[in-house]
């Protein structure tokens, strides 16, 4: 594997792992709180992803997550990614407001920032290369809040979730469901957790949350991302 194609890999992965919301009726106000996870691919661990909520004020919340490149090839490109979404919360639900993702590799930059006009119903999405609109949905996040919406989804006793997401061109419908009930043992700790895997292709994506101890999953594993696995290490509520 190259030294480009493994970056890419890295930096997509990490953004789609930690990236699943919709509007989810009688959700509780949402809770500040810091997650941190240990990144591995192929069994080394390659990084570390911090994830916060934090209050904006005026009924608006940030969504960060924060991945450095800590061993492999990741660290010795310096491979660092953040995404910061801004969401409302709406009726019990999340939707999203803008949301930006920049990618700092040294030789390779990568950039997007998404604005949601709720009053005109409109996202608009630039790369840098000139920005392009599609029409919103009601309950619509975008990528990188898509665990934490799937993790309050399933604290609601949900069992099968559709959210639509806003990614480059339009809004799109992803599907997950809980497969079963699995031990689960992290460097947080062990846990009784619910797999979720993506309804379209159940081998690519598994997700394991303790939902009624965090809003977010306690492991990650994806294929189609380079290989990732994500474990909690720690979780503070503020």
């Known amino acids: 594997m190259t030294s480009s194609h493994s970056l890419r890999t890295f930096a997509a992965g990490l953004a789609l792992a930690l990236s699943t919301t919709a509007a989810f009726a009688a959700a509780p106000a949402p809770t500040p709180f810091t997650a941190t996870y240990q990144v591995s691919q192929g069994g080394q661990v390659i990084g570390e992803a911090v994830?916060?909520?934090?209050?904006a004020g005026n009924g608006q919340w940030v969504y960060s997550n924060q991945i450095k490149g800590t061993g492999g090839i990741a660290a010795a490109l310096g491979a660092n990614s953040n995404e910061t979404t801004t969401f409302r919360w709406n009726n019990g639900a999340p939707e999203t407001v803008s949301?930006?993702?920049?990618?700092?590799a040294g030789f390779k930059n990568k950039q997007r920032h998404t604005d949601v006009n709720w009053t005109s119903g409109q996202v608009t999405v630039d790369e840098g290369?000139?920005?392009?609109?599609?029409?919103?949905a009601p309950g619509m996040v975008d990528r990188n809040t898509t665990s934490y919406a799937l993790g309050l989804a399933l604290r609601a006793g949900k069992q099968s979730v559709s959210l639509?997401?806003?990614v480059k061109r339009n809004v799109e419908t992803q599907e997950f469901k809980v497969a079963g009930k699995e031990a689960v043992k992290v460097p947080a700790g062990s846990f009784q957790a619910e797999r979720?895997?993506?309804s379209s292709d159940q081998n690519s994506?598994?997700?394991?949350?303790?939902?009624?101890?965090y809003p977010v999953p306690v492991k990650l594993s994806q294929s189609d991302g380079g290989n990732l696995e994500l474990q909690l290490v720690s979780f503070k509520g503020q």
């Not at 994830?51 to 209050?55: A, E, I």
């Open 196 to 198: 979720v895997v993506r």
């Open 129 to 136: 290369k000139g920005p392009m609109t599609y029409p919103s």
């Open 99 to 104: 949301y930006d993702y920049k990618m700092d």
């Open 164 to 166: 639509p997401v806003a």
């Open 51 to 55: 994830v916060s909520l934090k209050p």
């Open 205 to 213: 994506f598994n997700a394991w949350y303790a939902p009624q101890k």
